[in-house]
């Protein structure tokens, strides 16, 4: 892992999210203010505008330059949570480059945007998509299961985690103003997070990355 792969994971999330903006508006408006796509493709639109810098660097520093990136254009809650993503992987050592050490640093990302959002699983936001996620990776890698195999795994947890966000009640952020209202809505945080692990999993899969 190094800046040019962190570059490719970019534009795939960023090639995925164009291609479902108008369904992460609707949800947004559905049960938030309807910015969250708006918000998200700005951030992507910067970071593609900083491809070399990132692309010149080692794995920690670019997700570091990335999240300062994403702190100062994306906006809204998600800006300081992916911040807190990307700086949290950025401070796991990924020296040794396995597929363990990257389950960590996911973790560690996962890890600091609950901090940041003071929020864990159940509450319908993104953390009911990444929670999952970082323990399928982390208990997989732990299991020396291969990276083919993770690579399929973690889209499948993903998306039947983002399906269940639907019925859930928000209880924090914009949705939980909806009260029982929120209900009967997938996340727009849940579905962006999960469409973003896709296509890097998508994208990691193809192997040359
Ligand atoms: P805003 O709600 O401020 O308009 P966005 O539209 O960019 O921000 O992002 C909304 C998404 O952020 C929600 O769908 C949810 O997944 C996520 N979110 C909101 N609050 C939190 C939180 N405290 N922890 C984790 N994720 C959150
Ligand atoms: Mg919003």
Redesign the pocket.
Known sequence: MNGKTVMTCIDAAHASLKEHADEIASL?QAI??G??II?LLRGMGALAGMREQIEGESFAPALKLAATKVLSTV?????P?FFSMLTGMAKTPTDDAGVAAVARAFAAGVDA?GQR???GIG?K???DVLIPVAERFTAMADALASKKEILEALPRIAEESMLATRDMLAT????SFLGERSRGHV????RSSQLMIEAVCARLAQGDA
Do not use: E
């Open positions: 947004d938030g203010d910015d969250h918000n906006g809204g809650s998600s800006g949570l945007v959002g003071k929020t509450s936001t993104m953390m924090k952020g914009r949705a996340d727009p945080g849940a």
